[in-house]
């Protein structure tokens, strides 16, 4: 996956989840969650991306 377009995917997962946090009404508490679970699975995304990790074969993210 050429650089670009993981820079691309990036950028939009970081807007996207900017216009849920300030657009949709929600307890903090739950906004922390979904915050909190966005960026592990933008990690694991990242890792799995760039050959880092390669295990856990249960959880496809493609």
Same mark, same amino acid.
């Given at each position: 996956? &050429?650089? !670009?377009? *993981? #820079? !691309? *995917? @990036? =950028?939009?997962?970081?807007?996207? !989840?900017?216009? =849920?946090?300030?657009? =949709?009404?929600?307890?903090?508490?739950?906004?922390? =969650?979904?915050?909190?679970?966005?960026? *592990?699975?933008?990690? *694991?995304? @990242?890792?799995?991306? %760039?050959?880092?990790?390669?295990? #856990?074969?249960? %959880? &496809?993210?493609?």
């Amino acid at each position: 996956m &050429p650089l !670009l377009h *993981i #820079v !691309l *995917i @990036l =950028i939009v997962v970081g807007v996207l !989840l900017w216009l =849920i946090n300030n657009y =949709i009404p929600m307890a903090s508490s739950i906004k922390t =969650i979904l915050n909190v679970v966005v960026v *592990i699975a933008v990690i *694991i995304w @990242l890792l799995r991306v %760039f050959g880092v990790w390669g295990g #856990v074969a249960s %959880f &496809p993210l493609h």
